[in-house]
């Protein structure tokens, strides 16, 4: 994004820089326990994807090697990070998944169009496909989304739901 | 590229395939933003927890400050000045003092305690407390009696050694939750020469149950005095104890004889131990170290003299060294003094005392060094410099603390040398954190055990979890917004030049840090705060719109409400140190003495007139006398959009 100094956009560019810094701060230091400016690298995913970006998780890998120390010690420096996620930001990289592309993935394993995917389906794709879940992710998403007498997953309520709630 | 139906497949397959990554991307991102927002709501809870402790000893400084520049109070009243400060000589009393009067009704139906008390009194009192039964103040008086006997035979630091059959296990604070002991109990096995135990201190203050954990704990300790072992706590003083709830909770349940027992409590409290000493190796302290810790100076001071974190010792003429050569009598008009002929042998010296609070108020950071712990007012931060150099001058190899909530109920700092374990689940709110216990046998790795107490039987989804404790903390952090309404929008518009009623983020954030004093990550939280236009601009009366502090009296000012709202629970405190016959009224006067001096300490600028009128027109005053509780409890905050209506949240 090239700017040139002194000129109106530049003004404008330091201003939203400047914010970005403050809100990256905020971010980090919720995660940073010892009050020293470093955090576990095994939170950096919850606090880039709490600033609203989505990366994949081979994105995510590839920004924290640029974050890391060249010997990875497993924490990672706000000094270090604070440069890359500013870019991130002013790049407006890994942009959220609008809701009807999120409706249309469900679609996609729901040829038949039932309107829901069962228990198994939906474990079955969540742990096979793609970047496989953890035992730990499914079980946290199968909390929120399954009809338990059913034992399916009404995906268009379970997006409503959860797009209100994050609203 | 291949035959027709198996390019068919790959093409399925790969649709497939970008599918799943869309909701896998989708559900990763929504599930680390309720994370984060969890954490939000976690460091709103602590924010706000540590700034009362602060205002706590702000309350300190207004007892010092009285007695510093209000002697004539003194002359005038002496009994006043030395109801302040509690203490009636309790080494005089014995038991008949405590049980004489005190009659068992043949209608009592809950436990009866067999003294010498044995394992079946355990099993007894925890079955009664499942059944929410209350104690009869008799027996509760019998035991703290008792336990003030035994613990006073222990030294400051209780040597322990375990072997790999006999492992022990640490539990940290409590709080009154009764929940959280039952689950340890259940899970762990109950207290016994095979199965010792240490509790870390804060028993009570903030749940309900504080003086059922307490009793538990103290009749376990009577029957196993060498393999239950119990450290004070930060909480485990009078003074803390008004503000955050058990003195209330013990007036509650014991009507007729709640006096007695806090007064009993009070020096009780002074005997508990200072901390353990594991297998000579491990530390069991409640709050942490600082530079100066002095370990040996610890194990000799006299523990008993530590009454209160509110009750500095004093200084005699000005000199800021308690030397207690210096045994002038009739120099200064201090309490203590008075009642022992002037001789200062009540009081720890100064550095001593400081070397007792830096252990239960201290924390450890990742900073090096030692500085002092602004958040809390007392103690101070330290580093992982200072947990090797002390741990190393004393051969010791780790930490084991509390006194600080962990979402997950422990956590492990300072390169494995400093661990925090935090007992009470849920402690801000359901699903705010877990709770922890640990087991150490010599020779073993420490085990960490974790548990959460649910009410529902089966646990809610995350995301209703994170609503709740969010909700929970976005009340209570507008609560304290209300209470600085003034001085909030005085600052901002302050900064809003053309008077647009709007601020950008930065102006809004630095304001709300400032005024409210509290270390929070306001741009992320804004959106439950206020409301921000298409430009990003935030309308900063926005936040007033829907909470307000209710007004007993229409025509009385608003930032005399605001004031009396925002030191309610202070003036809830001293109040309830005038009221010592704890009828809940106090004289005119005592009301004029008590408002003058507050007024003058805090710079609170409200004319004393007003207070008055204010209490003349709520028509509190019954023969010369004001119902306090009346009077505060008509200054509470109202929620215009909330079912509950009235705010019952009590952070305390």
């Known amino acids: 994004m090239k700017v040139s100094s002194g000129s109106i956009e530049f003004l404008v560019h330091e201003i939203a820089v400047a914010e970005f810094h403050k809100k990256i701060k905020e971010a980090f230091e919720v995660f940073d326990h010892e009050s020293n400016n470093t955090v576990d690298v095994r939170e950096i995913g919850t606090i880039i994807r709490s600033l609203g970006c989505c990366p994949s998780e081979g994105e995510l890998q590839d920004l924290i090697a640029e974050v890391e120390e060249e010997e990875p010690t497993g924490y990672i420096r706000f000094e270090k990070f604070l440069p890359v996620m500013t870019k991130v930001l002013l790049e407006r990289r890994y942009r959220p998944i609008p809701e009807d592309t999120l409706l249309r993935a469900f679609e996609v394993l729901d040829p038949a169009k039932r309107g829901f995917l069962s228990k198994e389906e939906l474990i079955k794709y969540m742990t096979e496909e793609g970047e496989p879940f953890s035992q730990e992710e499914m079980e946290e998403m199968l909390s929120a989304a399954i009809d338990p007498e059913a034992n399916s997953i009404h995906y268009k309520d379970y997006i409503t739901m959860m797009v209100i709630d994050e609203n | 590229m291949g035959c027709g139906t198996s390019s068919v497949k790959d093409r399925k397959s790969e649709r497939v395939l970008k599918a799943a990554l869309v909701i896998q991307n989708w559900y990763r991102g929504y599930s680390a933003r309720l994370k984060a927002r969890q954490r939000y709501a976690l460091s709103i809870f602590q924010s706000i927890e540590y700034a009362d402790e602060q205002g706590q000893l702000q309350l300190s400084n207004f007892f010092s400050f009285m007695l510093e520049n209000y002697t004539h109070v003194y002359e005038k009243d002496p009994e006043f000045v030395t109801r302040l400060f509690g203490t009636t000589g309790q080494d005089d009393k014995d038991r008949q003092d405590y049980l004489g009067l005190i009659d068992i009704p043949d209608s009592y139906s809950g436990p009866r305690l067999q003294f010498p008390l044995t394992f079946t009194d355990i099993d007894l009192l925890i079955e009664a407390f499942k059944q929410q039964q209350i104690l009869h103040a008799y027996y509760v008086l019998e035991v703290l009696f008792e336990s003030k006997k035994v613990l006073k035979q222990m030294p400051n630091f209780t040597h322990v050694k375990t072997s790999p059959s006999k492992q022990i296990t640490v539990c940290g604070d409590l709080h009154g939750k009764l929940d959280d002991l039952l689950l340890i109990f259940y899970k762990n096995g109950l207290p016994s020469g095979s199965n010792p135990y240490v509790f870390n201190g804060d028993f009570v203050d903030r749940g309900k149950n504080s003086i059922e954990i307490l009793m538990i704990l103290f009749v376990s300790f009577l029957v196993y005095p060498n393999d239950l072992h119990l450290n004070r706590g930060n909480h485990e003083d009078f003074m803390m104890n008004m503000r955050y709830g058990f003195t209330k909770e013990v007036l509650l349940k014991y009507k007729l004889h709640g006096k007695k027992i806090l007064e009993l409590l009070e020096d009780v409290y ?27 100076l610890l194990h000799r001071i006299e523990r008993n003299k530590m009454k209160s974190v509110l009750m500095p010792p004093i ?34 010296t100064k550095h001593e005392w400081e070397q007792v609070v830096d252990i239960l108020w201290s924390d450890p950071r990742g900073k090096r060094g030692c500085y002092p712990n602004t958040n809390r007012g007392g103690g101070c931060y330290f580093g992982p410099d200072i947990t090797s150099k002390i741990l190393n001058r004393y051969q010791l190899k780790m930490l084991i603390r509390s006194h600080e909530c962990k979402p997950e109920g422990y956590e492990i700092c300072h390169d494995g040398k400093v661990v925090t374990v935090f007992s009470a689940s849920n402690y801000y709110e359901e699903g705010s954190n877990r709770g922890a216990y640990i087991r150490l046998g010599s020779g073993t790795a420490p085990r960490f055990f974790q548990y959460q107490v649910t009410r529902a039987t089966c646990s809610r989804p995350l995301y209703q979890r994170v609503n709740i404790i969010e909700s929970s903390a976005i009340r209570i952090l507008k609560e304290r917004m209300i209470s600085r309404k003034t001085d909030l929008i005085r600052a901002f518009q302050l900064q809003d030049r053309n008077k647009s009623g709007k601020l950008s983020m930065g102006q809004w954030a630095f304001s709300m840090e400032n005024i409210l004093g509290l270390n929070l990550p306001w741009r992320s939280l804004s959106s439950h705060l206020v409301t921000t236009d298409k430009d990003g601009n ?18 009385v000012q608003s930032t005399l409400i605001e004031t009396l709202y925002r030191y309610r629970t202070d003036l809830q405190i001293i109040f309830n140190i005038i009221d010592s016959d704890h009828s809940g009224l106090i004289s005119m006067e005592e009301f004029h003495t008590m408002w003058k001096l507050f007024n003058s300490h805090y710079s ?12 003349e027109r709520m028509d509190l005053n019954k023969d010369g006398s004001i119902d306090f509780n009346e009077f505060l409890n008509a200054f509470h905050v109202v929620h215009k959009f909330d079912r509950l209506h009235e705010s019952d949240t009590q952070l305390a």
Do not use: C
């Open chain 2, 538 to 555: 935030i309308d900063y009366m926005s936040s007033f719109q829907d909470i307000h502090i209710k007004k007993p009296v229409k025509e």
């Open chain 2, 315 to 348: 200084p005699i003429d000005g000199d800021h060294s308690t030397d207690l050569k210096k045994n002038k009598v009739g120099t200064t008009t201090m309490p203590q003094g008075i009642r022992t002929n002037g001789s200062f042998s009540e009081q720890l």
């Open chain 2, 270 to 296: 002074t005997w508990l131990p200072i901390g353990t000493i594991i297998d000579n190796e491990v530390l069991v302290i409640h709050g942490g170290i600082s530079e100066s810790t002095d370990l040996n």
């Open chain 2, 604 to 615: 609170v600028h409200i004319d004393d007139s007003q207070v008055d009128e204010l209490a």
